[in-house]
């Protein structure tokens, strides 16, 4: 079976700006991959590519083996999408809303209601099968784009900041669901601002910036890029900085605390202690913090010559990471955006 996503070289141009810079990605059947990056970084015009909504400049991006620009409609019917901005009909039944959206796939319509009631059910809102869009709570919206992603049974699904500001308990059905989708056998893209949710969901990641590749790794991989700080509490202030060994990467004192940063905490803090009882220090007590995943990729995203947002060249451009101009719109697709 070929890779659920697989890009080569994949260039995305707005003018002089390019949001996609020759991005080369795999990710296999069956992951939980998730793809980090700032604001700008070129999230959504990758998924916009996937979907079809963004004509690539150059490169190559398949579904499934499909080439999707050639292979469009296979390509296409494979992926379910929940994108971050809300883009439903807001004049019909919302029950309705998900038969529309199958028959867009050529799903039967006697079948296309039952999976509409499937779906509903699963995201807990069949409740409000009949009400219409507007009249949804934000967290209902939220489950409903979800539902429209699933009415087609798609072997990708592509979640695109879907826990973007909704409350401590959706986020986590919402987590409980997409990882049961998962373990059924569903590929799942994820694009997050909250590192918690990758480092919790994800087999692995891909962080982003400016349209580049910065890394593929799994969190735990990422998290192993960083470096521990043991601080450790002595009775009395010292009067000068302890020279250390060479696993002491940076030293520091304030007050009666010393901060060491060492690349393995675990297995240095006892080295440490003992070079400091040898040197005459009495120890109070003794933390060790491990650099978070949020800290490691604020460090991989620096950049400190962008003069020129993303988001305000795309803008003058035409499009942006929310939608697409018409110029990149493929002729005779769906009107309803990244459904």
């Known amino acids: 079976m070929p890779p659920a996503i697989e890009t080569v070289d994949l260039v995305k141009e707005y003018g002089e700006l390019r949001a996609l810079q020759e991005l080369s990605l795999t990710v296999e059947e069956g992951e939980f ?40 409609q296979q ?45 509903l059910k699963r995201v807990g809102i069949y409740d409000k099968r009949n009400e219409r869009f507007d009249w949804l ?22 979640l695109d900041e879907p826990t973007a500001g909704v409350d401590v308990q959706l986020r986590h059905d919402l987590w409980e669901l997409v990882t049961e989708l998962n373990e059924e056998g569903t590929t799942i893209l994820l694009t997050t601002h909250y590192i918690e949710e990758a480092e919790r969901l994800c087999d692995r990641v891909a962080i982003m910036n400016e349209g580049r590749k910065v890394t593929v790794a799994t969190p735990d991989e990422l998290k192993g890029r960083g ?71 604020v460090d991989l995203t620096k950049s400190e010559d962008r003069t020129v947002t993303r988001s305000t060249a795309e803008s003058a451009s035409g499009s942006d990471e929310t939608g697409t101009s018409e110029t990149d719109t493929p002729p005779k697709r769906e009107q309803e955006g990244v459904a």
């Open 33 to 72: 991959f998730g793809l980090l990056g700032p604001n700008g970084a070129g999230k959504t015009t990758f998924i916009n590519t996937l979907v079809g909504l963004v004509r690539k400049t150059g490169g190559e991006a398949r579904v499934f083996g499909y080439d999707v620009e050639d292979d469009y």
């Open 75 to 119: 390509a296409r019917d494979a992926i379910g999408v929940a994108p971050q901005e809300f883009n439903v009909d807001r004049f019909f039944p919302i029950r309705e809303v998900l038969e529309h959206k199958a028959g867009y796939h050529g799903v039967p319509a006697d079948e296309a209601a039952e999976r509409a009631d499937e779906v």
């Open 227 to 297: 470096t521990d700080t043991v601080a450790v509490g002595l009775e009395s202030p010292p009067a000068t900085t302890p020279e250390l060994g060479p696993y002491a990467h940076e030293t520091t004192v304030s007050g009666d605390r010393l901060e060491v940063r060492v690349d393995d905490g675990g297995s240095i803090a006892p080295r440490l202690l003992n070079d400091l009882e040898a040197r005459g220090y009495e120890i109070a007590d003794l933390e060790i913090t491990r650099t978070s995943l949020e800290e490691i990729f």
């Open 137 to 158: 709570s934000g967290g209902m919206k939220r489950r409903l784009l979800l539902a429209r992603a699933l009415v087609t049974d798609p072997d990708l699904l592509i």
